[in-house]
C-alpha cells in the first residue's frame, strides 16, 4: 500500500485467505478457507422474504417522461405470481421458455421473476440480435435452438423487424406496447392470480430447476444456451454475501445499465440487489456517445452505494464526473465501493477514478473486480481486500474450487463449484468439450498469483489462452496483458487496441479511437468534422506516436511493443461479433473480419503511424 496516499473508506470484508493445494502433475489447486453455508432454494424465495418484511420498499424503478416509475417488493410479488399463473395456463416449460428480446425494464423484470417463480425457464436475448443486426441470423439460430413458447418485446413496432424474421409458428408474441392485431399485451398477463396454482408450481422448484438460459456473444461461433440453473444462481450470491458482509449491512442502491442477456448485468447485480432487499434504478444510458449523457444525469440523481461497470464504460463517463461537480458530489456522496468486470480496466481510468474520490471524500473509494463467466453464473473469484491498482481478480470464493494447469509458459485457469453450468441445452457435445476429466469447467483464461510467495495477495488475470500467439522469433505475444498496456500508453487516443503479428517478424495495433477524446485534441476542427480527418490530424497522430515510444521503452523485446499503428474510423460490428453489446472486443473476430486490413498494414501500403525513431 501507498503510505503517501489517504487510506481507503472502510468496508467490512471478510479475511483475504486462501487454501493452496500443490499435486504432483504440477496443476494448483485453490479453495477458499470459508465453507459455503446454506443458501436458497430458488430466487423466488427472495423476493418472498422481502415482500414480507418490506412490502412498500422500493425494488425496482425505470425513468419515464417526468421522473420514475417505481415499483415495491409487495408489488413485485403480487405481479410475478399473476404473470406465473399466465404462463402455467400456457403450458410453458424447458422445451417451451420465454424468450426475451428487449433492453432492461421492470415488465421484463417482473416477467423474469413471474416465470422463474413457477418454473418456467427465461431466456433473455441481447437486443443488439434485433435492433443492431441487419440479417438477424444470430437471433434466428436462438429461436431455433430454444422453440420458445412465449416471445416478449417491450415495443411492437420497435421489434416488429426481428420478431418478422422468425419463423414464429405457434409462438405467442406479447409486448408492453404498441401492440398490433393478434399479439398480446403484458397487462394480459397480469390480469389474475391463482393461488393455489402457483403455490403448487414454486413448491415444485429445486436447486436443479433451470431458471435461464443465457447466450455466450457467439463471436467464436454460433450462440451457446448456457443452462443457468437455480442452484447456481443461489449459491452465488450466497458466496458473495460471505466475501462481501457489508451488502447485508445496508440493502444496496444500484444505478446499472448493464444487460440483463449477459450474467454479470442479471446473475450479478440485480441478483445483488433482490437477495438484499435494495432498490436498482434501471439506467437507459449506455456507454456510447449520446446514451452516456443519460447515465450521468441519472447520477446526478441517484446516488449509488455500489456502482458497476465496464472498462470502456468508466472510460465514457469520466469525463462527466471531472467536469461536473454536481454529478460528482452525489456520485460518490453514499458510494462504498466501485467494481469493474468484462475486461481489464487500464491503470490510468484506475488512478482518474481514485483521483475523483480523494478529491471528493478525502479518502479512496475502493475499487474491486471478480472473475467468472456466463457458465459460472458468474463470479468464481471476488476481491475481497483493499488493492493499489488494477488486474488483480481476487480469491476464490466459498463454494469455488479452482485449478491452475501449466499450459507452455502460462496457467490455465478450471473451475468446479455449485455455481458452474450442467452444459450447454440441447449441445451435448460442446458439453462435454467443456469440462475436463475430474468435472471442472475449462474457462480459457490464465492467472498467475500477484505475488509469488505470498498467494493471499490474489490472482491476476493473465489472458485468454486461444488469444495468444508467437512471433516468427518464437516469442510469446501474452494479448492480454499487452493490450491493457497498450491502451494505457495510447490514452486518451486508444479505446480499444487489437494486437496483429501471429506469424510474422513484428507487431502492430489495430485500435478503435475514442473519438471524444481524439477530438479534443484538436478543438479547432469543426464540430462536424469526419472521424477521419480528425483521426488525420498531427496532433493525434503526434500523441499516438508519443505513446508507442512509451511502449518500446518498456519493453524487452518486439512482444511487448509495436512497430505501426492504424487507427480506424469504422467501428466495431456486432453482426460480425466483433464487440458485444457490453463493449467487449474479441481479438480473433476482428482479425479475421479484417485480415485483408492487417495484410496492407504489414505490407506498408496504409497511412500507419509508424514507430518513431
Request: net charge negative; aromatic share 8%.
Amino acid at each position: 500500500m501507498d503510505a503517501n496516499k489517504p487510506p481507503f473508506a472502510p468496508l467490512e470484508f471478510a479475511a483475504a485467505a486462501v487454501a493452496v493445494e500443490h499435486r504432483a502433475d504440477g496443476s494448483i489447486l485453490l479453495r477458499s478457507p470459508q465453507v459455503l453455508q446454506a443458501y436458497a432454494r430458488c430466487v423466488g424465495e427472495w423476493l418472498e422474504h422481502w415482500a414480507l418484511h418490506a412490502p412498500d420498499r422500493v425494488f425496482l424503478a425505470e425513468r419515464n417522461p417526468t421522473g420514475w416509475n417505481r415499483i415495491s417488493y409487495g408489488e413485485a410479488l403480487a405481479a410475478a405470481r399473476a404473470i406465473g399463473t399466465a404462463l402455467l395456463q400456457r403450458d410453458l416449460s424447458p422445451e417451451r421458455p420465454v424468450m426475451i428480446l428487449s433492453d432492461n425494464g421492470i415488465d421484463q423484470a417482473l416477467l423474469t421473476l413471474g416465470a422463474m417463480h413457477v418454473g418456467v425457464p427465461v431466456a433473455p436475448i441481447s437486443p443488439s440480435y434485433s435492433l443492431i443486426s441487419k440479417d438477424h441470423v444470430k437471433l434466428g439460430k436462438i429461436f431455433q435452438l430454444l422453440r420458445p413458447g412465449l416471445i416478449y418485446a417491450s415495443d411492437g413496432s420497435r421489434y416488429a423487424t426481428a420478431i418478422a424474421a422468425l419463423d414464429l409458428g405457434n409462438t405467442e408474441i406479447v409486448v408492453s406496447a404498441n401492440a398490433v392485431p393478434g399479439v398480446r399485451t403484458f397487462s394480459e398477463l397480469c390480469a389474475a392470480t391463482d393461488a393455489a396454482a402457483v403455490d403448487r408450481a414454486f413448491a415444485a422448484v429445486g436447486p436443479d430447476t433451470i431458471a435461464k438460459f443465457l447466450f455466450t456473444s457467439g463471436s467464436t461461433g454460433e450462440p451457446k444456451g448456457v443452462i443457468n440453473t437455480q442452484r447456481m444462481l443461489c449459491s452465488n450470491q450466497q458466496s458473495i454475501l460471505q466475501v462481501w458482509p457489508f451488502v447485508e449491512k445496508t440493502p444496496p442502491v444500484v444505478v446499472d445499465w448493464l444487460p440483463w442477456s449477459h450474467t454479470f448485468g442479471a446473475n450479478h447485480n440485480f441478483n445483488m440487489v433482490l437477495r438484499h432487499g435494495g432498490t436498482l434504478y434501471i439506467d437507459e444510458g449506455k456507454p456510447v456517445p449520446g446514451l452516456v449523457d443519460k447515465t450521468a444525469a441519472n447520477l446526478r440523481e441517484i446516488a449509488p452505494t455500489i456502482y458497476f461497470n465496464v472498462p470502456r464504460g468508466f472510460d465514457m463517463l469520466l469525463p462527466f464526473l471531472e467536469r461536473d461537480a454536481e454529478l460528482r458530489r452525489n456520485f460518490f456522496s453514499k458510494l462504498q465501493l466501485i467494481f469493474y468486470a468484462a475486461a481489464a480496466l487500464p491503470q490510468n481510468l484506475w488512478e482518474r477514478l481514485e483521483k475523483l474520490s480523494i478529491a471528493e471524500l478525502g479518502k479512496r473509494v475502493v475499487m474491486v473486480s471478480s472473475w467468472g463467466a456466463t457458465e459460472t453464473a458468474p463470479m468464481v473469484t471476488s476481491v475481497h481486500f483493499p488493492i493499489d491498482r488494477a488486474g488483480v481478480i481476487g480469491l476464490p470464493t466459498p463454494g469455488s474450487e479452482i485449478k491452475m494447469l501449466p499450459n507452455g509458459d502460462k496457467l490455465e485457469l478450471r473451475v468446479r463449484g455449485p455455481n458452474v453450468t450442467p452444459g450447454y441445452w440441447k449441445r451435448d457435445d460442446l458439453t462435454r468439450a467443456a469440462f475436463d476429466a475430474e468435472g471442472f469447467y475449462m474457462m480459457g483464461d490464465a492467472g498467475r498469483f500477484a505475488d509469488a510467495v505470498d498467494p493471499q495477495r490474489g490472482i491476476e488475470f493473465d489472458g485468454r489462452i486461444a488469444e495468444d500467439f508467437k512471433l516468427t522469433s518464437g516469442t510469446w505475444v501474452h494479448v492480454g496483458s499487452l493490450r491493457v498496456k497498450g491502451i494505457e500508453a495510447l490514452a486518451p487516443v486508444a479505446q480499444d487496441i487489437v494486437i496483429t503479428g501471429h506469424d510474422r517478424d513484428e507487431l502492430c495495433f489495430l485500435v478503435f479511437p475514442n473519438g471524444p477524446a481524439c477530438r479534443a485534441l484538436c478543438p479547432e476542427l469543426p464540430a462536424d468534422a469526419p472521424l477521419s480527418q480528425v483521426l488525420a490530424d498531427p496532433r493525434v497522430r503526434a500523441r499516438v506516436g508519443e505513446g508507442m515510444i512509451i511502449l518500446a521503452n518498456a519493453g524487452f523485446g518486439g512482444s511487448t511493443f509495436a512497430a505501426r499503428v492504424l487507427l480506424m474510423d469504422e467501428p466495431p460490428s456486432i453482426d460480425a461479433g466483433e464487440i458485444t453489446d457490453k463493449g467487449y472486443i474479441n481479438q480473433r473476430a476482428v482479425l479475421t473480419l479484417r485480415a485483408a486490413l492487417v495484410e496492407k498494414l504489414y505490407s506498408g501500403s496504409l497511412d500507419a503511424i509508424p514507430l518513431p525513431s
